[in-house]
């Protein structure tokens, strides 16, 4: 049974750093691409970065220079770093995968056009 667990969330101060971590169980990591995404209270559930299993990455332009996507496939894990957080990066972030025989660009991927299987999803918070 796939499944993904996130970790790591919280309150930070504005200006501070974070780092999720996705433990996947049930499948491995290689034939994967990654991607982590957010909703925020009231707004629309949109996709923060994903990667391909080439080591790819695609960024959403309000996260650009500030967040890192990574994977360690030996852990079978999934890392988003958080660097300079802003009060409007506050949302629930869950990690999905995509099975790279299916996936058609990164970019669809983090625009929910790719079948993708879930985590539970994480509260990161960001306010003094």
């Known amino acids: 049974q796939l499944q993904l667990v996130e970790s790591g969330g919280g309150l930070v101060q504005p200006g501070g750093s974070l780092k999720l971590s996705c433990a996947a169980s049930?499948?491995?990591?290689?034939?994967?691409?990654i991607g982590w995404f957010r909703q925020a209270p009231g707004k629309e559930q949109e996709g923060v970065a994903c990667s391909g299993s080439d080591g790819s990455t695609y960024y959403t332009d309000s996260v650009k220079g500030r967040f890192t996507i990574s994977r360690d496939n030996a852990k079978n894990s999934v890392y988003l770093q958080m660097n300079s957080l802003k009060p409007e990066d506050t949302a629930v972030y869950y990690c999905?995968?995509?099975?790279?025989?299916?996936?058609?660009?990164?970019?669809?991927?983090?625009?929910?056009?790719?079948?993708?299987?879930w985590g539970q999803g994480i509260q990161v918070t960001v306010s003094s």
């Open positions: 049930g499948f491995t990591l290689d034939d994967y691409a």
């Open positions: 999905a995968v995509t099975y790279t025989p299916f996936l058609r660009t990164l970019q669809a991927m983090c625009a929910m056009s790719s079948p993708l299987y």
